[in-house]
């Protein structure tokens, strides 16, 4: 219930605008986001490569309705990805892109070649893309886009959500040689009919579709802070002989670090996914409904005086 009334909070420009006036706001989102800039978020990444962490960034913005605010999103991330180069910053740095940031709702065409500059751009700086799911009606067309990008880029990375049911059969698709996949539970409200409801059937098919990447051929990217399945996880890679060069475990951006330096601590590749850029509302709402006891933090910053 919790969740589903952050979710319909995430759509309400009413509530968008209470949130961003309220005093202390920015301190919450500073948590959560990088910060609205390119270089707040070379500031971050830097921080965080230094800690030993790898990292992925994302340019928020989804809302894309006109070719120019797609063309004015790719521009930023060849900006991006050429800033990370110039700063030693690959490749231990990657990009996460949304296909709808470029385009994909209204010129799927247009979107494509968008994110294959990107790509371009991101093989010559020495790394990566991994691209980054949304809700289930578009993606059949995402993993088409996927499909003809690992011809040219073929590290490209795929993002598989673990609540809706079709997953585990993507996940059998998608567990190749040379695959990146980063699975995760998703954030999006979905209906019955493709998506599991409770918290208890989500993480049932997460552990079906770990055990199914971790025993294929490709290099699963394990998207979670549920204690359980990071657990799982270790546990996975002991029994499917998987050492920590052949996967790796990936959480947001000011959640759980102290778990993220054991990890990484113990060995394990840890990319952080770090958002930036002046859209976080939508972003910031679904991370709040991904993890409902983020609430308590966010409720006593807004009504902080300290």
């Given at each position: 219930?919790?969740?589903?009334?952050?979710?319909?909070?995430?759509?309400?420009?009413?509530?968008?605008?209470?949130?961003?006036?309220?005093?202390?706001?920015?301190?919450?989102?500073?948590?959560?986001?990088?910060?609205?800039?390119?270089?707040?978020?070379?500031?971050?990444?830097?921080?965080?490569?230094?800690?030993?962490?790898?990292?992925?960034?994302?340019?928020?913005?989804?809302?894309?309705?006109?070719?120019?605010?797609?063309?004015?999103?790719?521009?930023?991330?060849?900006?991006?990805?050429?800033?990370?180069?110039?700063?030693?910053?690959?490749p231990a740095a990657e990009v996460s892109v949304k296909l709808s940031a470029l385009g994909q709702m209204f010129d799927?065409?247009?979107?494509?070649?968008?994110?294959?500059?990107?790509?371009?751009?991101?093989?010559?700086?020495?790394?990566?893309?991994?691209?980054?799911?949304?809700?289930?009606?578009?993606?059949?067309?995402?993993?088409?886009?996927?499909?003809?990008?690992?011809?040219?880029?073929?590290?490209?990375?795929?993002?598989?959500?673990?609540?809706?049911?079709?997953?585990?059969?993507?996940?059998?698709?998608?567990?190749?040689?040379?695959?990146?996949?980063?699975?995760?539970?998703?954030?999006?409200?979905?209906?019955?009919?493709?998506?599991?409801?409770?918290?208890?059937?989500?993480?049932?098919?997460?552990?079906?579709?770990?055990?199914?990447?971790?025993?294929?051929?490709?290099?699963?990217?394990?998207?979670?802070?549920?204690?359980?399945?990071?657990?799982?996880?270790?546990?996975?890679?002991?029994?499917?002989?998987?050492?920590?060069?052949?996967?790796?475990?990936?959480?947001?951006?000011?959640?759980?670090?102290?778990?993220?330096?054991?990890?990484?601590?113990?060995?394990?590749?840890?990319?952080?996914?770090?958002?930036?850029?002046?859209?976080?509302?939508?972003?910031?709402?679904?991370?709040?409904?991904?993890?409902?006891?983020?609430?308590?933090?966010?409720?006593?910053?807004?009504?902080?005086?300290?």
């Amino acid at each position: 219930m919790l969740r589903s009334v952050i979710l319909a909070a995430s759509r309400s420009s009413q509530v968008e605008r209470l949130v961003a006036t309220a005093p202390y706001t920015r301190d919450v989102v500073r948590r959560f986001v990088a910060g609205a800039s390119t270089d707040d978020a070379l500031r971050a990444t830097r921080g965080l490569v230094d800690d030993g962490l790898a990292v992925t960034l994302d340019h928020l913005g989804e809302d894309t309705v006109r070719p120019e605010q797609a063309t004015a999103t790719r521009d930023e991330y060849l900006k991006l990805l050429k800033m990370l180069s110039g700063a030693g910053l690959t490749p231990a740095a990657e990009v996460s892109v949304k296909l709808s940031a470029l385009g994909q709702m209204f010129d799927e065409q247009l979107a494509y070649d968008n994110v294959r500059a990107i790509c371009a751009a991101a093989d010559a700086a020495g790394t990566t893309v991994t691209l980054d799911m949304e809700d289930h009606t578009i993606t059949d067309s995402t993993l088409e886009v996927l499909a003809k990008l690992r011809k040219d880029f073929p590290s490209t990375g795929a993002v598989l959500q673990a609540y809706l049911r079709r997953t585990e059969s993507d996940c059998r698709e998608l567990s190749s040689a040379g695959s990146r996949v980063r699975l995760c539970k998703g954030a999006y409200r979905e209906p019955e009919s493709v998506a599991y409801q409770s918290a208890r059937e989500v993480d049932k098919s997460y552990v079906r579709c770990l055990n199914i990447l971790m025993s294929g051929d490709g290099y699963p990217m394990l998207a979670t802070h549920d204690p359980r399945m990071i657990a799982i996880g270790e546990d996975r890679a002991r029994w499917f002989d998987r050492g920590p060069e052949r996967f790796e475990f990936q959480m947001l951006y000011g959640i759980r670090p102290e778990e993220q330096a054991r990890l990484a601590g113990e060995g394990y590749t840890v990319r952080t996914y770090v958002p930036y850029g002046d859209q976080w509302y939508g972003y910031l709402m679904r991370r709040l409904a991904e993890r409902p006891a983020n609430l308590v933090f966010f409720g006593r910053a807004l009504v902080s005086k300290k």
